[in-house]
Each structure stands twice: as C-alpha cells, then as structure tokens.
C-alpha cells in the first residue's frame, strides 16, 4: 500500500519528519509569541497608571526583539547545543542552513522549527522580569540588561534542566515545560533585580492603578489561551500527553481563578476582576512544571493549592515581612511566579503519574521519573523521595544561579549606566522618557507635536484599590 503523494518524502520534507508534528509545533511557538505580542505588551501596557503605559509596553516589545536575534547568534547552542561544562553548551550560531534544516535534536521536526519554539520561551522569560521593574528603571539599562541575562543565566538554567547533556536532566528532574527554567527563574531573577534597581516613588507605590482593566483582561485572555502552545507544545509531537498537558492546563487555571476568587470574596466582601487574573496566572505557572505528567484530579488539586497558597504569601505575608515590603515588586511576579513556579515543582515530584512519565520521556530509565505518592502507593518510597528531593534541588539551583548572575549583571550595568531614572523622569513618566504619551488627544485643527510637554488625563481614579492594598503589592 503506496502513501498518498502528499505524505513522500521529498528533498523538502526528509523522511524523518513528521509533517504534523511540525505543523503544531510551529502553531504552539507562535502561541507562545502571541502570549508576549501582543499579550503581555497590552497586559503591562493596561495593568500600570497612565504615564507608564508606552514604558512599560516598549519593554516587552523591546526584550521580544533582542533575545530573538541573540538566540540565533549564540543562545540557542549554548542552552541545547554541545556541552562546553555540564551546565552550560559552546556558544555558536544557528544560521546556517545546514544545521536548521536538520533534524532537531529531539522530535520529528527541523531544527529551525525548535530554535523559534524554544525562542519564545526564552523572549517570555526576560518580559516577566520587566513586571518586576516597570515604572521606574532606565530604559538604556534595560537596553543592556536584556541580552546580559540571556546569555549568562537563562542558558545556563535551560542547558541544566532541559538539555539532555544538563546535569539535572540526567538526574532525572522533571519541568514539563517551563516552571523552572522560565517561571522560577523570571520570579527570583525579577525579584533580585527590584532590589538592586530601588523602588518607584513614593506616590507610585502608594497608588498604582490599571489605566484600563478591559484591555488588561485581554491581554490576560491571550495570556491564559496562548498557554495551549505552552505546555501543549512541551512533548514536541502531536501526542496523547499534548493533549493532557492542554486539558490539565485549564482545568487547574480555572480552579485556582477560583479559588483565588473565594478568597477575595471571604476576606473582602466582594470578588475582585484583578484578583481573578493574579489566581489565572498563578494557576498557569503551577500546573506547568507537570502540565502532562498528571492525572486530571491532581491539576485540580494542584490548582486549589495555587491559588490559595500564593493568595497568602501576597495578601497576608508581603505585609508582614519587611524584606517584601522593601523590594518593590509592582504587579506581584515574585508571589505569582516563583512561590506558583516553586509549588508546582514540589507538587510534580508529589503527583508525577511514572506512566505518563514513560510517555513524555520515551527514554530507556523512564522508571527514574515517579512521585512520591506513586512511590509511597507502589512501594517504591525511596525512589519517590529521590524524586522529591532532585525537585527541591532543583528549586534551591535556580534561586541561586538567578540570584547570583542578577545580581552581577546589575552591578555591571550600573557602571554604565544608572539603574533607575531620574526623580524628575520618575514624576513625569512616558513622555519625559520616550517623548510620547499613550493618551494624549487632540483634534482635527491641531497638530500633535511630539514634546516632553504633551499631557492629558492628568488624574487617576484609584479608590476601588484601596480595599485591597497589602503593602504596596496591589496587581497580578
């Protein structure tokens, strides 16, 4: 029986790639590039006062761009290329056409097709740092910022956990598809360069209201859909694990929105639309360290867990811990990426299913891959325990690689450059910075002329804030 004519293998499609395989990892990739663009560019654009909404927008648009041309200069291969010390690959480039038409190192596709794939993950990354700093850092040290991180902390957490020749991938750690590399790492990398960067002003950290909760709850809508190719393009085929990966995806999502929604409405006495997006998110990072390595009933767990869990360390615990309070965290990425990212890590190596494992894994020790609850069910308790502590090892790696490269790559911008703008660029915000505002208005007789001077809707309306103000901590 002779395959259809579309299905032979041609000069163009090799015989061993896998025509659909491709098709979705190419859909999934660029689901994930529409989480940052335009998603988080009207999620940050929204979510922050008016004056820094060009700000704030220009940084993920910015990041977007330059990681994806350092990527194909030197980050890919040094994240999944040949190991140059068992955390890190050789620098070298993915430009020529020889190596990306190749078939990629894992999956049926081409090589091109896991560069742009894996290249988005790595854009998403550095755009969840910016949450930690908007409002208040100098652009040109953003500028510098950006590839310095790539290229000295994201390649070394992605080569350690996700390449096969990475230390905790031989180990046996499990990150579906980014909880560790991308989460916990933008969370605790976000957090150390709050620090080291300083606060907004005072009048920003008192109040901080969204300029437009609609457009936020659109960017938080492609946010949340866009996570289809997230973690459903994690396996790297059109699989049964793809498709759990997706239904667990929102299944927790939705159960953490909840919950989180439960609580505001117990402890404040109304359900709140930004709390709702702060569980959506927290819901999304947990689930995806185990997006398809977990029975269905563990995502709802899994999701009661992320958004009550999260909710108390923001709500209740931000305001009584002075260290939160003095590091100026403005939309909550630390509670919303790195306590969720952590948790869902711990939470996989609880509820790892080892079938799925094998599924996911299709390696010859998949028996390594097994929770704790499978292992204690099983009687293979040591194994579960093993499982449970490369997780938490895991965890403890990624703090102190994101901690200790942020904090030097501040240092090192900073003598270049200052860290955070000038008190009278602070006050002024958009138009003192970029030489534009997001709303400024003006009618057909006029011309706009593109000043430091141009204003409009100088007041902020913010009184729906105030009841739900824990410290300076008020967003997602």
């Not at 955070?420 to 997001?438: K, V, Y």
Request: aromatic residues 14%; negative net charge.
């Amino acid at each position: 029986m002779e395959l259809p004519s579309n299905l032979l293998p041609d000069e163009a499609s090799p015989v061993w790639m896998n025509k659909g395989d491709n098709a979705w990892q190419l859909t999934a990739a660029t689901l994930v590039g529409l989480q940052s663009i335009p998603g988080l560019v009207i999620l940050y654009g929204s979510i922050v006062k008016r004056k820094w909404a060009i700000n704030s927008a220009f940084m993920v648009f910015y990041a977007f761009a330059m990681v994806l041309v350092c990527w194909v200069g030197w980050g890919f291969r040094m994240s999944f290329g040949e190991k140059l010390v068992f955390f890190l690959g050789k620098p070298a480039v993915a430009l020529d056409e020889k190596f990306l038409l190749g078939q990629a190192f894992l999956g049926y596709f081409p090589t091109a097709t896991m560069v742009f794939f894996q290249g988005v993950f790595a854009c998403i990354t550095l755009i969840l740092i910016a949450g930690c700093l908007l409002g208040r850092m100098n652009f040109r040290a953003w500028i510098m910022f950006v590839p310095l991180w790539l290229t000295f902390s994201y390649t070394i957490t992605a080569f350690s956990i996700w390449c096969p020749d990475g230390w905790l991938a031989k180990l046996g750690v499990i990150d579906f598809s980014g909880g560790y590399v991308i989460h916990l790492s933008a969370g605790v990398a976000g957090f150390t360069a709050a620090y080291w960067v300083g606060p907004r002003i005072d009048k920003d950290r008192e109040m901080f209201p969204p300029n437009n909760i609609i457009l936020m709850l659109a960017g938080a809508g492609l946010l949340w859909m866009g996570w289809s190719g997230f973690n459903g393009g994690g396996p790297f085929a059109v699989s049964t694990i793809s498709s759990l990966a997706v239904l667990n995806t929102h299944v927790c999502t939705a159960t953490s929105l909840l919950t989180w929604l439960l609580l505001d409405t117990c402890f404040f006495g109304n359900p709140s639309v930004i709390g709702a997006v702060q569980g959506m998110i927290t819901g999304l990072v947990c689930i995806t360290p185990a997006a398809g390595v977990v029975q269905c009933w563990a995502a709802i767990l899994m999701g009661i867990v992320s958004g009550s869990v999260p909710w108390y360390t923001m709500m209740v615990l931000h305001k009584k811990v002075k260290f939160l309070r003095l590091v100026d965290d403005p939309i909550a990425i630390f509670h919303t990426h790195a306590i969720a990212g952590g948790l869902g890590g711990i939470l996989t190596g609880f509820f790892a299913v080892p079938k799925l494992c094998r599924l996911f894994y299709m390696v010859p020790d998949w028996e390594k891959y097994i929770g704790l609850g499978y292992g204690l069910q099983n009687g293979q308790t040591s194994a579960g325990l093993r499982q449970m502590g490369i997780q938490l090892g895991g965890i403890l790696f990624v703090t102190f690689i994101n901690i200790s490269t942020t904090s030097m790559i501040c240092w090192f911008v900073g003598l270049f450059v200052p860290l955070r703008l000038s008190d009278d660029e602070l006050q002024i915000g958009d138009d003192a910075i970029h030489g534009e505002e997001a709303f400024a208005l003006w009618n057909d007789e006029e011309t706009f002329q593109n000043t430091k001077t141009n204003s409009a809707f100088e007041s902020e309306d913010s009184s729906y804030m105030k009841s739900r103000s824990f410290g300076d901590v008020q967003m997602v």
